[in-house]
């Protein structure tokens, strides 16, 4: 995939005061409460990266440089992504996320996809400078990247600037750098008798050993994202439930619960190697067919959701 070129958009002052504008503020604040509210199980890390994210917004980062990098380590389907995700429509609103599966660059030839391979292409970087002057960039799975391609990753830690194949020198001044990363999470999963702070230590040390150290070194953040308990699964299972039972209810279907809903929706949610992931579409999936059942055998869709379980499924009763 490649980008023409065009005038770029002039790049984000880190010096600005960004103390009068009230939305701005709002949006800060609101972020206080809304990573709690959908980040369940690491309240460790999330405090950090808001404290990051409120000095970035404020132009209190040194010139030159990204308003915030982030490593996020831990297993699968823990909130590394989803914090992200949230974070970035938050601040910015949504379509200000640029994500790059790095296990896709793990060739040296992958380095034209990003800084562009023939005259008047930009590549993927240079796209998203084209159409934005701040917002997020994630790298996912940063350290299965080819050498020279965290060269360019290097470059964006360190000066927030990379040269593209056209010649032009693009400013990234305006974006947060989010790096997430597997490493040390089968270490997490499986030593279970060890405190917190030894499995982090243990992590880190990983990820610094894995990682360039002068990628490392650079990066302002760095967090391990913990296994999730069974408290938080259900939890998380709560979340993702009162989302569905609303939107049903505005469509007529009004659903009250049994306790042996939530349980069963972790059962079925929950992934040992997958984590939280597959949660959301258990639930849609679940609380649909129990919905759709009545309106098949045209009963309404109003009653108690409760669990059946000889056929191991929900039912509205």
Known sequence: MSYTTCALSPGYNSGMNKTTDPTKLTKLHELTSLLPREIRGQSHALPRIISSVRRGELGLTKPGRPRGSFLLLGPTGVGKTETVVVTTNQIFGAGQ??????????????????????????????????????????????????????????QLLDA???????????????????????????????????????????????????????IFARVNEKLVFHRLSYEHQLEIAEKFLSREIEFLAARGHKLELDETVLPFLVRKGFHPKLGARPMRDAVEKLVGDAVSECLLNARPACGVLALDETRDCLVVR
């Open 97 to 154: 996320l640029f994500r790059f599966d790095m296990s896709e660059f793990q060739n040296q030839e992958a380095l034209g996809l990003l800084l562009g391979a023939r005259l008047g292409e930009v590549g993927y970087l240079g796209g998203v400078r084209e159409r934005a002057a701040e917002g997020s960039l994630l790298f996912d799975e940063a350290e299965k990247a080819h050498p020279r391609v965290l060269d360019i990753l290097l």
């Open 160 to 214: 927030a600037r990379i040269t593209v194949a056209t010649g032009q020198t693009l400013d990234f001044s305006g974006f947060y750098i989010w790096l997430t990363s597997n490493i040390g999470s089968a270490e997490l999963m499986s030593l279970q008798h060890s405190n917190v702070a030894t499995l982090e230590r243990h992590v880190l040390t990983r990820a610094q050993q894995t990682l360039r150290p002068e």
